[in-house]
Nanobody, 121 residues
Framework: VQLLESEGGLVQPGGSLRLSCVASGFTSGFTFDATFMGWYRQAPGKEREFVAAINMQGNSAYYSSSTKGRFTCTRDNDKNTLYLQMNDLKPEDTAVYYC???????????WGQGTQVTVSS
């Protein structure tokens, strides 16, 4: 599976940014709309951490405590695309953000190349 994230960027504190991720290359028997998807991030000097995940239908998403209420994860199964709308960004949100597929145990399996998001004034 190939996961291609959109370009991140530099955002001021309190600002917003939307990331997208286009998925392709699913092998036979697997499709985007039958795959849980999610986002992880890695800040400088820290380990990768869970950000958000969404079910196959796109009608249920869950978030880390640090992003809940500010970030919204959605998907468009017709376009094989996952989104992460990030609002009220804080400097501590600065990280490389990764799009992932999630297996039946909700563990990440396939990773995108990552996109840098920097929150700074």
């Amino acid at each position: 599976v190939q996961l291609l994230e959109s370009e991140g960027g530099l955002v001021q504190p309190g600002g917003s940014l939307r990331l997208s991720c286009v998925a392709s290359g699913f092998t036979s028997g697997f499709t985007f709309d039958a795959t849980f998807m999610g986002w992880y991030r890695q800040a400088p000097g820290k380990e990768r951490e869970f950000v958000a995940a969404i079910n196959m239908q796109g009608n249920s998403a869950y978030y880390s405590s640090s992003t809940k209420g500010r970030f919204t994860c959605t998907r468009d199964n017709d376009k094989n695309t996952l989104y992460l709308q990030m609002n009220d960004l804080k400097p501590e949100d600065t990280a490389v953000y990764y799009c992932v597929t999630l297996n039946a145990y909700q563990h990440p399996e396939d990773w995108g190349q990552g996109t840098q998001v920097t929150v700074s004034s």
